[in-house]
């Protein structure tokens, strides 16, 4: 059956000022619905029995309607007569909607979406968005990410040198280095991040809206993280911390103390040192790792057995209201981060080593912990990590981790140093 269109001004809706709005009725199987126009009229555009016969509101009319009647021409007369009324409304509005010219800032939207993270994942898709709008010059629209402007965007991060970014002066700086493969990487993954959870928020399948049909993201493949670099330090360094620590002071004797702490309770980070609230009971410390705490079932939770060669480590930094008392020194997380390394920094500078991170300290428990001298299991060390191992995710499931089994690794690569 004919699907038909007229304009009409419905009196009852007339508003309290004496102006209402032109209609179109769209007429389907002898069933009519009403859409509201813009089209605003008043006492003057209408006949005494309340006609329009305004011209130039006729002509608005008009041609509101031709732009609904040239999508309904489209449909073949098997399609439309297996339609409602609703669904011949529902039809035309997804149409006409594809036909407007869908706009986004981008980097606007990407900073909503980051908004909304944990504060470490927050801070990577910050620095990719300062860095896609140092690359157009202006925030983007998402119109404007392309594949060509990915693949141009990728050679832009690997020519510009890192950035450091004051968040006090909200300036940043160039340093002398380049950035690395892990960079281009979590850039263009949050780019690609931000851009699919703009596709799942305005795509509107069930009106058949598509606003961001195509992912170009299935032409445009990021490149993968380069397998890390082994971070670890030789045992001979660690045991050098342990000598020199008491002889040390300020903030080398912090950096030194720290990564010692993190070594001793299987590579804990600083975040979680920083932020952990449980004090340990009958001398297990308990926390739930940051990081991974959103990615995993059991929130990363971790069950640490404090050995007696770190106790004194641990007494030193312990705190009233958190596990330990850095809060107190320092205003935030990232402060205390940038600290300890300064300080590790200082040490290897006095010691005349090659450099290295607070973060060695995980890598080296690690790597310790599954070497020929202690002979742990793999599959321990994985656990005291807290890292997922997809072939035994459903083992996860049914077993109860066996946290006497960690612990004793971790006796066993703490007992290969003198801790007095």
Not at 268 to 296: C, Q, W
Request: aromatic content about 12%; charged content about 30%.
């Amino acid at each position: 059956m004919a699907i038909t269109f007229d304009y009409v001004v419905l009196p009852h809706l007339k508003k309290q000022d004496g102006t209402n709005f032109i209609r179109i009725r769209v007429t389907h199987k002898r069933k009519s619905k009403y859409i509201k126009t813009n089209i605003s009229v008043d006492q003057s555009h209408l006949t005494r029995s309340g006609n329009l016969k305004h011209q130039g509101k006729i002509d608005l009319a008009l041609a509101e309607i031709r732009k609904r009647q040239a999508v309904v021409d489209e449909l073949s007369t098997y399609t439309s007569d297996a339609m409602s009324v609703d669904d011949v409304i529902r039809y035309i509005d997804s149409k006409l909607k594809e036909k407007e010219v869908f706009r986004l800032d981008f980097v606007k939207y990407g900073y909503s979406i980051a908004d909304k993270m944990k504060p470490a994942t927050a801070h990577n898709y910050y620095v990719a968005l300062r860095c896609l709008v140092r690359f157009f010059g202006y925030n983007p629209d998402i119109s404007e990410i392309t594949v060509k402007a990915m693949r141009d965007f990728e050679d832009y991060i690997r020519k510009e040198p890192r950035m450091v970014y004051y968040i006090n002066k909200g300036k940043v700086k160039e340093t002398k280095k380049k950035k690395g493969g892990r960079a281009i990487s979590s850039y263009l993954g949050a780019i690609r991040a931000v851009y699919g959870k703009a596709r799942l928020e305005f795509n509107e399948p069930d009106r058949n809206y598509f606003p961001l049909p195509i992912d170009i993201f299935d032409y445009y493949k990021v490149p993968k993280q380069p397998m890390p670099e082994h971070r670890d330090i030789p045992m001979e360094w660690v045991q050098l911390m342990i000598d020199q620590r008491k002889g040390l002071s300020r903030r080398e004797r912090l950096g030194i103390d720290v990564f010692l702490l993190s070594f001793g309770l299987m590579g804990i980070n600083s975040v979680d040192m920083y932020e952990a609230k449980e004090k340990p009971r009958g001398g297990v410390l308990h926390y739930f790792r940051t990081k991974t705490t959103d990615a995993k079932a059991d929130r990363a939770e971790m069950y640490v057995r404090i050995e007696p060669c770190v106790q004194e480590l641990v007494r030193e930094y312990m705190g009233k209201e958190r596990v330990f008392d850095f809060s107190t020194r320092y205003a935030n997380r990232t402060n205390f981060t940038v600290a300890i390394n300064k300080g590790i920094r200082q040490w290897i500078e006095r010691n005349k080593l090659e450099d290295f991170t607070f973060y060695s300290a995980r890598h080296t428990w690690a790597t310790i912990g599954g070497s020929k001298q202690v002979g742990v299991d793999y599959a321990i060390v994985t656990e005291g990590l807290t890292h997922s191992d997809a072939s035994r995710a459903m083992d996860k499931i049914y077993m109860r981790k066996d946290w006497e089994r960690v612990w004793d690794a971790n006796a066993k690569v703490l007992a290969l140093f003198r801790w007095e």
